[in-house]
């Protein structure tokens, strides 16, 4: 696939055929068809990066969550300011509390961005 024209065709198709049945020729070209999509999306579209910190942040929002309601996770108010505003590292102990509590993936915490995705 080399265009943006064909890479829509092909979402649209796969789309369609989505829920075919095995064996049939329906599921072959599904196959081929997701191939070639992640192809071209491997070539051509590139995902924002998003940092951890910003992911933190964003499901204590979700949350309503304050950065004072972390402090059993993290320790003290300053301790927990200081990991907010990135002026402290993420110590393998508090990733591992912070994944439990949020559900996050815990590649989140072996960078300091992450592709989104």
Same mark, same amino acid.
């Given at each position: 696939? +080399?265009?943006?024209?064909?890479?829509? #065709? *092909?979402?649209?198709? =796969?789309?369609? @055929?989505?829920?075919?049945?095995?064996?049939?020729?329906?599921?072959?070209?599904?196959?081929?068809?997701?191939?070639?999509?992640?192809?071209?999306?491997?070539?051509?579209?590139?995902?924002?990066?998003?940092?951890?910190?910003?992911?933190?942040?964003? +499901?204590?929002?979700?949350?309503?969550? #304050? *950065?004072?309601?972390? =402090?059993?996770? @993290?320790?003290?108010?300053?301790?927990v300011s200081s990991i907010l505003s990135?002026?402290?590292?993420?110590?393998?102990?508090?990733?591992?509390?912070?994944k439990d509590y949020f559900q996050l993936?815990?590649?989140?915490?072996?960078?300091?961005?992450i592709t989104k995705g």
């Amino acid at each position: 696939m +080399k265009t943006e024209a064909a890479y829509q #065709k *092909a979402i649209k198709r =796969t789309l369609t @055929i989505f829920q075919t049945k095995e064996n049939t020729p329906e599921a072959e070209e599904l196959a081929l068809l997701l191939v070639l999509i992640k192809d071209y999306e491997d070539k051509h579209i590139q995902l924002p990066e998003i940092d951890s910190l910003d992911i933190i942040k964003l +499901k204590m929002q979700e949350r309503g969550i #304050k *950065a004072k309601d972390l =402090t059993p996770l @993290i320790g003290s108010k300053g301790h927990v300011s200081s990991i907010l505003s990135g002026r402290r590292e993420i110590t393998l102990k508090i990733a591992q509390r912070l994944k439990d509590y949020f559900q996050l993936p815990a590649e989140i915490f072996f960078q300091t961005t992450i592709t989104k995705g």
